[in-house]
Every structure is written in structure tokens, then in C-alpha cells.
């Protein structure tokens, strides 16, 4: 299985991002997914996770009416759409799969990087 990111680069603070993950070697309707980010110097940190049995999305409080994900199981596609950027979310965006909807990420992309400049 293989994840991988595309679509970060710079951007305005107060303006749009999507980001993509491609899912290669499996079915995403049997996946489940989360997108996480890494600024500098600082831990990887959740964002948002959606579970394959639910529809129901987990939102990190800082992205929370900010950002959203969705799913293209046609498309075996993981999209995260940012809006109202601030510098803050500036990181290295990373997508992650895993069988179950808990514990711990069975797969990770490779991560895009978002910068916002104010």
C-alpha cells in the first residue's frame, strides 16, 4: 500500500489549499484515514482522521470549520480542504491509512508542504 501527497505550496494567509492523497495496492472504502502535520521543530500532530465504518470525521480544535476531508472511493483519493490559512498551519502535510479505525497508522505518505505567509 502506498500513499501520496500532492498539492501543498505557499500561500496567503486567509487563502484556499486542497490537498490530495492517492491510494495505490488497496481499496480506500476499506481504509481508514487521517491527514497529520509536522511544522519545524515541533512533533507531527493530528488533524483530522475519517474512519472507514462511519461517516463520522474527527477535526483537530485548531482546523476545526476551517478545514475538511472527503473521499473519492472511485478515485481511491483522500482530499483535505484548507481554508482561511493562517502562518500557524504552516507544515509538512502528511496523509496516513491504517485497517482499523484505532491504534496506531499502519501506512503514511511521504507529506507536501503547505507554508502560509501573513
Known amino acids: 500500500v502506498q500513499l501520496v501527497e500532492s498539492g501543498g505550496e505557499a500561500v496567503q494567509a486567509g487563502g484556499t489549499l486542497t490537498l490530495s492523497c492517492a491510494v495505490y495496492?488497496?481499496?480506500?472504502?476499506?481504509?481508514?484515514v487521517g491527514w497529520f502535520r509536522q511544522a519545524p521543530g515541533l512533533e507531527r500532530e493530528f488533524v483530522v482522521r475519517?474512519?472507514?465504518?462511519?461517516?463520522?470525521?474527527d477535526y483537530a480544535d485548531s482546523v476545526k470549520g476551517r478545514f475538511t476531508i472527503s473521499r473519492d472511493n472511485a478515485k481511491n483519493t483522500v482530499t483535505l480542504q484548507m481554508k482561511s490559512l493562517k502562518a500557524e498551519d504552516t507544515a509538512i502535510y502528511y496523509c496516513?491509512?491504517?485497517?482499523?479505525?484505532?491504534?496506531?497508522?499502519?501506512?503514511w505518505g511521504r507529506g507536501t508542504q503547505v507554508t502560509v505567509s501573513s
Open positions: 496516513a491509512g491504517r485497517w482499523k479505525d484505532y491504534g496506531p497508522y499502519d501506512f
Open positions: 495496492g488497496t481499496a480506500l472504502s476499506g481504509l481508514s
Open positions: 475519517s474512519p472507514w465504518r462511519s461517516a463520522i470525521t
